[in-house]
């Protein structure tokens, strides 16, 4: 029975609503689990609410309690050991609890009645005993082998879209707003979304005990209202320095790592990330997280970033030596603004957060280092688009910025560039339209005052916009507006924008100019090539993806160019992730693919620097299998467990093997 209006979760939030949780967890090493307790506390939203849905995801729960009264599962279940799961779930139910069946999506509700039904504005406490499951989506335990510091396990999550569900019993829709506190206890220190209580950051290494022997615990808590998808943990040899901040601001800043990472990771983040902040909130509104920290994760994280509350989780794959790759840390920022304050109502508006981000993040790079380094990031991103565009031509609904979703729908069935880059571009045409950047910029101030803390869709967004223009230019803006081809940018599909998006490509000059030279040099005898390493000597990261995609909307090279390609830039030698993705794209479209096929396979999967991120490891698979696809697949088989769950399921998926999740 469908109960809500977000129709990826199974809970009665429209009904009742948790707007605060707290979590007792304890973090068992030895069996990868965490085992606990969720206070969550819920206001009715209409009179007579007698019951109380949660969503749930491979949880054993064991009891649960409303106002003093106890429902004991392990009782129940062991006297109906015997018994089959139906029989056992009509018990349950008799019991005045309820498991639902579990859906593929969206987990299994859990429904708890409530004796004396709500009016509305009454609160309510449930309290949920329960571990998780090896099974648990949002979850990796890594082992000591998987670390930089080959010590000590490794824990992390990764909750976005709908997994929640899957470490506590919530609420689990970007509808629902809650703040939370957490209690851990663990040999190794934890870090959460939130602003840590004790110990303290900046004080000894787990609390000056040793650290895989002796337990802690640490306490955090989150006091701006969250969505649930910002649920996060992290647990390790994790260590901290601070970076400098600008006097007089109420927040701090610094960076999470394994000590063993930790002089790349500061050098290479330290310069820039205050800066973002700084003048994020000097063009917004003041960064009021209190904490702005950074954790560099092992490398089967399957994101490029992931913008938890006061606690952004980044991929190893930034570490380029270059500080070229720091947008992501932009971008993670500016979700403070962009999703973590102004949040989508659902899946649907995902563009909201994602597009604005994207949009914002470029707006930071144009303050820090110009209008052509805003123009060069868009013509970064025009490349993924257009492979994102690409790869739904046969689902064209996910071509669109707001995508309708069935009941129980898997939201990352969708996850792709277009929201990013379709929705950053649409964003750029308006700023365009309505009069430049610093009329545009004001409307977006104004944006984040009028909707931080609450979750909103499109039509909201779109009545704000028509709101704000007409009071702030009257009818020649709402001529503008009028003008726009509304249902083209919101839902249109195919391989092209609605308008054709020009922009300023003096940094990209030098690398479209020497892919032209190869180009041109497919009929000359490889032997007669002038080609040099030099011909890039002193280029950072950007310019040689932009030089490498440029290369792969040409035709292919002939196979000996290939090989020369490879062979004078060390390309297939590189330990730059981001180039080795745009190298591999190149190769295995080119007809010395066969030639690259286990290189490919193997850069992948390499136990020293494994291409966990999403933005890696799919694109490559995916082209690997049109190469040799026994070679995907056995490649894959042979490592999945190196991946995270989200990323495994994915690629599955993706190369039509059976889902190795719990494998």
Known sequence: MITTSDPTTQSNYTSIASFHVDLYWILDWEKQLITGHAVNRLRAKADGVD?????????????????????DVRRILARMSNHSTDYILRCLAHEKFKLGEHHEVMGSSLTIPINTPLAKDEEVEVVVWYSTTPECTALQWLDKEQTAGKKFGYLFSQCQPIYARSIAPVQDSPSVKITYTSTVQSVLPVCMSAIRVSPPSNGPLHDGKTVGKDEVVYKYKQPTPIPPYLLAIAAG?????????????????????EPELMERCFWEFSQDTSKFVSNAEKILIPYHWGVYDILVLPPSFPYGGMENACLTFLTPTLLSGDRALVDVIAHELTHSYFGNGVTQKDSSAFWLNEGWTTYFERVLAQV?????????????????????LKGYESKPKYQRLVIEFDYGE????????????????FLLYLERQLGG??????????????????????????????????????????????????????????????????YDTTLATQAYELAAKWDKSRDTDISKLTFKSADIEGWNTNQLIVFLEKLETLEPLPRAHVHALADTYGFNSSKNAEVGLRWFEVALISPAAP????????????????????????????????????????????????FHPIARRMIAKDLGVADAKSS
């Open 368 to 388: 820090l280092h110009g209008p052509q380094a805003r123009d060069f990031s868009f013509i970064i991103g025009a490349k993924a688009l257009v492979d994102s």
């Open 237 to 257: 040899n994790l260590a901290y320095r601070a970076f400098d901040v600008p006097s007089g601001v109420n927040w701090t800043s610094g960076v999470w790592t």
């Open 437 to 502: 950047l610093d009329i545009f910029l004001k409307y977006a101030q104004d944006y984040v005052k009028t909707f931080d803390g609450k979750s909103i869709g499109t039509e909201e967004w779109k009545e704000h916009l028509y709101w704000y223009f007409k009071a702030n230019g009257g009818d020649e803006k709402i001529a503008v507006l009028d003008a726009v081809d509304w249902d083209a940018w919101l839902y249109g599909e195919g391989l092209q924008l609605p308008v054709e998006m020009k």
């Open 595 to 642: 030639d690259f096929a286990q290189s490919a396979a193997d850069w992948v999967v390499d136990p020293t620097s494994l291409k966990g991120r999403m933005k890696f490891c799919r694109p490559v698979f995916k082209v690997l299998y049109k190469v040799d696809s026994k070679l995907a697949i056995k490649t894959f088989e042979a490592n999945k467990t190196a």
């Open 410 to 425: 898997d939201p990352d069935d969708a996850y792709s560039s277009i929201p990013y880059e379709k929705g950053a571009n």
């Open 51 to 71: 019951k109380v849905v949660l969503d749930t995801s491979f949880l054993n729960i064991s009891k649960v309690e409303v106002g003093g009264q106890q429902v």
